[in-house]
């Protein structure tokens, strides 16, 4: 059987606000071990203002050293995943950059799109498997933020649209360079890429955008919530260890992966933890069954 | 409802011969900013003789270069796509290279294949999108073609095989290298290459080397013009900037990408087809009523 | 119709006991040109041990070497193909492993990681195709194993897991280096490599762990000697290239694969195979009626 | 005649003490565009305390930002350049790691290496060119820090170490990583790796460790502004783009360099420097008669 | 004794005018299998105008096309081997540039380099080693014209500057890209491209800029013209292949640059070439004795 | 005061013959954890013959797991260091390779080729850091030997030829793939590589090809074993991890090259030798006076 937190838990999930000091943000603690992040501007239909870019970063960095979380769930308020970016807050830094000539503006520009970059490459260095669940509606900066999680589910209702070359700009916060190891069909990539058009969640499921759809926002919720604790009960050192080089052998020849590997395991295979979960096999338990120390 | 060609346009499209001084090719404009591009020697079942690889270059560098051409349509004339190599035609070149010693032989073949290689390269180098329409047979060197190009939909009839291993030669004009990031499938790739099986529609669509599978001709030759339709009405400055940048990302780590894609954008986020697109946006209207400056 | 050998050799291919000098291994010939490894300790449900290690090493170098071998099929004896690991038999080399501190124990263990390593990567440094055929189990260390193999079958009763995390490891001999580029499915590989959940034949097929799901071990051993055998019939010079060219594909930029394939090729189509196949095509005969030299 | 700042301001560049809140570092501008970073713990032979390692990370965050400076200086204050970490106030911290086996202890050490290593990288993030004054002994770190510095100057009496090698380590925060490309014989890099022997200025100079030896620790640092002010005073955006190209080369495959390069200066040559530079030189005049705008 | 063209040959070497259908080329054959290449503007101090990037491609193709050829000497006419771009005649090129925005202006822009950058990368391209012999200034451009070339050679009176930052502009044309692995020192190489400074003949040849310091032009092309004869007289087999491996192990790292050496080799090995060395070895001749045939 | 063998050792280090099993090799402990490799076949100038080929890969494997070696030093016995290939012994070999046509021969010729080249590579894989002393002639393979190794002494006799471009072949065990990065001038890499001449000691220590010059043998090889004595008394965890980390990083980027040493010392900062160490230092002790434990 699975792991099943109470439904009562799931529909608390959806938070009556963000948690201070974030603006955009809501977190909680669902079950042992699990954070929940909320993106938290459902009037807004969760569109990404200044604020968000900055108050992810500070998020994920602080999940990355807190020892209780093991694995996040990452879900929208709302009636919708998120409607992409806040154009009317954000409308001035990108469209009238600082500076004296081209060149000044360019400069000033490239500082900020780097930085929006970071917003979501620290959903990948945060070494905690990161589940997402999207219902409704995930375009434009919201596909780039999915393709940096780790394991996607959506709801029935969910669309997708890579909606940045209808505002006349290539996609510049990861989605061109993650979304084509993330679909395993270059042609449908480049047709979404190129014109903007909708993707329903069937179409994500067969895909590969998305790996599960469930009937609704609830159902997604639990289902997320259950996959983050099945992984939450497992070592965090084989769990952690595998995210780490799972995205390392994204981006390097199979050679230098496994060399990388090697070398990972050279400490960490002297984990207590071996002991512990072969120990609980030979006893037919399940990880769950095994406490394993702090990481 | 999508951009829709007049069927007649369609119809014509099939030309009744080559477009002077090609010999192979023929080239015509069925809607604006829309090139299209077909193989033209039917009686030879548009098999690839010596003239068609010299043509495809200078085609493609030509287009390259034409600020009217947005996105570009490739099929083929008459009963079939294309049986691949014009093995008579070329049997010399390849079969009785010159040189006085196997060294010798041995580098002027290299040229050859370098050569060779380097006409379906320019399609990707060729910064405007190009959707292939296949019907009926797709064979050998047309599949090395067809992975060349950014968006694949075949006719219900269409058929397709890695054929080389069979003429005891390992594919070497693109196949190999581009058909593993195409097909997300490694096993089906080495079963396709080794044993030069055919394949058929309902299998290239389910493994991801077509995006849609249309019923006849005809309509795939709709599908593809509505498609390169939509790219042509989009900012051919996030059009051609999105094709650039997912074509770096694929041969790249995630990082470079990122790194080189905020480089790019730095200029080009200062375009104004930026601000066009976004009032558009606001105003309800589509990309389409937009009128963007040349590129 | 296809290649067919006699259902007698198919039966007769689970053979009676490993063949010395191997004690886990059971090699022999069932048709020209193609030679079967089975997995052979079906009382320990085929779990790998420390002899299984050296002697999988042994075999595919010898394999590599053997010009009468031009393809081979790898398959498991008895009820499944192989509980991954033999925990008791290798416990004490892992759990326990030798030096004065934590850093010497730790690079006692990176050189066993690589030992291990070794042994699924001669799979893909033997220029021979590897065609697996799965039945019942495959798990931990089998996952490995089918990953470093070129062409991937199973039967319905088949399931798949990537069971290390559950004893507090991450997968460290191939599988989270390889199995990315096999499933066109990211989200799906975190899900399987971090919740070490059960896959079945069915997902497996449609995520492209394998290509083909038969009805039972029979047939799956049937059609991967099928396939084996049209491989083994064709011209090993185009054979054992294509599979090197595209084992370098994989991890190395398209630029960088054609620049090698040229090179490769400079040679290679300097080959009698290539004038054979050629006549024999004209000739409308098939790859089976020509004979090819040794290689 | 070269520019030149006055010297007592040289003189007035060993500052009373570190400039608040820095509490190891002490910052000021002693020429216009150029900042003077100076390792500020004379009384400690300037080693590296736990403080120093963080405030390098901030200050050198402060000097990318800040577009009134375009070139730094970094010297060290008192007697010797640095002697490298302050074993006693770190000891702590690597030599007893936190957690509770010997993979937890891995996993944070693993962390304050990354942190540590991060110390040094902002150096090269900055855009700013960092010309470092070395005089004295620079011992361990020290040569970590100036590998990761853009031009190295040295005194007559400046001896080098890399001496990791001796306190059982292998040099972890860039020497490895820096010194064989700023090298050019790895013959001599791998001896002063394994064996720690004293390098002397010499020496340094001959193997192009430093590009310059000057007298004494006065005419170092004035040269070292000398140079600062030259490169001060060309157009900021000709110098960060020099830097930032130089960095990624070093890191890429030439083909790749030059596509990145073309891609920055595509808005980088629609300057207003380049005409004002380009006038200046008909003019006869220098880049320094010129004003440029910020950057 | 070394090979020696007849003075007479070297004296003549400076051609009365380019050679058509060149303008800014002179072209000639002064020794068996030798071409020399002169850059021919001398009343314009060898500037670089917009014929000479479009020639320098024209006349490097058809050198590699040529099996006459088998090494070139680079010089330039007149008193200096070259002030860099002519500013004058490519300022409207480059300084305004065509396009309805930044974005469009941009693009254009990078279209430029990337044909400016060609127009060195032939060099590297072309399978012949080119020995370059500077005399006096060697400026700007003319830097990445020489770190293009195989072997570097210059008078006592030369002098050389990485003039782009004084105009306001990152070099673009390949000194980045390339002057780092030309100069075994970092510290210099950033120096010269952020300063600008003049280096002369002696500090050219102590970093490695150069390997050899002749007298006066008339030796440094003597000298450069004995070099291309020893490299002529041996076999080109070896001396090409020698060429494009270097260039290839310069952006791989050693395994990549191994494998791709021993896949050359597989048929370059089978040269008659090799026998006849041999042959030559062994009864005490020289490479200059052996008739090679052609390439 | 340096370590200091007693003469009488060194004297004693060109052994009578080889040790068997080897016929080409004599192996020695001439000091505590320093092992003694010399090339012994003096009546053929050392010319490496197949038997060569085969025992140095042996060699290299046991002294990679030996835990009482920490150094080697390597020379040759005679008076030459080597002469390079023995062409007589191997002529069969690489002039008549085996096969029934081109593209046969030629995948024979690879298998050799790699073979040959895994020779020199078991040196760069052995972690025990290898100081080679040259004395006299070092020509053709010899070269490719002594890149492979990490420290390279010489003495004033010595001289240098990368010899196989007079043989009509491009060197292929490693020279053109080593060389570069070994020598900091690629110019004058280019022209020994393609001219084949000389280079005596002077210019090859000016150039870093060694990093040492002494008087003559004897004294070439007593500093060798210095050396190797100085690296012996070291941490083996440091010594050997410096080695490993070395190469890594002449192969990746920079932040590859940081990432991989922070994983690789999350372990290895654990060792004891740290604290001993430390210890030593603070307690004024050398390494040489600390016992570390073997490895």
């Given at each position: 059987r699975l792991y099943h937190p109470a439904l009562t838990a799931v529909r608390a999930m959806s938070a009556s606000g963000p948690t201070p000091p974030f603006t955009t943000l809501s977190i909680s603690q669902?079950?042992?071990?699990v954070t929940h992040v909320e993106l938290h501007r459902p009037d807004k239909r969760n569109a990404m203002n200044k604020a968000f870019w900055r108050e992810m970063v500070e998020c994920f960095n602080q999940i990355a050293e807190?020892?209780?979380?093991?694995a996040v769930v990452f879900s929208g308020a709302g009636k919708v995943f998120t409607s992409g970016i806040d154009l009317m807050d954000m409308a001035s830094e990108i469209?009238?950059?600082?500076?004296?000539?081209t060149a000044r503006m360019a400069w000033h520009v490239r500082r900020i799109i780097t930085k929006y970059q970071e917003t979501f490459s620290v959903i990948e260095k945060c070494p905690k498997p990161v589940v997402v669940a999207v219902h409704g509606a995930c375009v434009g900066a919201g596909v780039d933020l999915i393709t940096a999680c780790d394991i996607r589910l959506c709801s029935q209702d969910s669309w997708f649209s890579v909606k940045e070359v209808d505002i006349?700009?290539?996609?510049?916060?990861g989605t061109l360079q993650r979304l084509p190891s993330v679909i395993g069909n270059r042609s449908l990539v480049n047709e979404l890429a190129l014109t903007a058009r909708k993707m329903y969640s069937d179409e994500a499921k067969s895909c590969g955008l998305v790996s599960r759809v469930l009937p609704d926002k609830e159902t997604v919720l639990t289902a997320a919530m259950e996959i983050a604790g099945e992984i939450a009960a497992r070592s965090p050192v084989a769990v952690q260890g595998t995210k780490i080089n799972l995205i390392y052998a994204r981006d390097h020849s199979v050679a230098e992966s496994l060399d990388y590997m090697a070398t990972w395991n050279?400490?960490?295979?002297?984990?207590?933890d071996l002991m512990k979960s072969a120990q609980a096999a030979m006893e037919k338990?399940?990880?769950?069954?095994v406490v394993f120390s702090k990481l």
């Open positions: 669902p079950a042992t071990h807190d020892p209780e979380c093991r469209l009238q950059p600082e500076g004296d000539d006349g700009l290539a996609a510049d916060v050279m400490s960490m295979l002297q984990t207590q338990k399940t990880p769950k069954d």
